[in-house]
Structure formats: structure tokens, C-alpha cells
């Protein structure tokens, strides 16, 4: 098990996770990443979500993926 961090940001905001989640592989990770992202959008419904990046982090703070919000979300039409 690996511990990680999701922390969230934008060109003007940083969202930090102070607590993070166990996870047993990227795909675990991944998965987990999709759902806060899902968590923050349907929270905080008047953001413009779109421009968020995620960013996983291990517990060494060395970046593992990133996952930008429109991935999750899909694009304006």
C-alpha cells in the first residue's frame, strides 16, 4: 500500500489534501483521483471547474500523475 495525496489547482488556488488515502496501485489511485474530482465538482457547483488540474503525489511529494478536471468532467459544447 502507498500513501498519496490529491491536491487540486488552478492558475489562481491551490487545494491542499492534508490526509490523503492508502492506495494499492495507480489504477486504485486513478480511480480515487476521478472521484474526488466528481466530489469537488457536485460540492461546489457555481466553479467553473474546467481549468482545475489534479495532482497525485506520494508521500515524499513527488508528483505521480496529474488529471485534469475536464478529463472527468468532458468539455463545454
Do not use: Q
Request: hydrophobic fraction near 45%; proline fraction near 1%.
Amino acid at each position: 500500500m502507498t500513501h498519496v495525496y490529491f491536491h487540486c489547482s488552478n492558475r489562481t488556488e491551490v487545494l491542499v489534501d492534508r490526509c490523503g488515502a492508502l492506495v494499492d496501485d495507480f489504477a486504485e489511485a486513478r480511480d480515487h483521483a476521478a472521484c474526488v474530482v466528481r466530489s469537488l465538482t457536485t460540492a461546489r457547483s457555481l466553479e467553473d471547474w474546467r481549468s482545475w488540474i489534479l495532482h497525485v503525489n506520494d508521500d515524499l511529494g513527488d508528483e505521480l500523475f496529474v488529471v485534469p478536471f475536464v478529463f472527468v468532467l468532458g468539455k463545454l459544447h
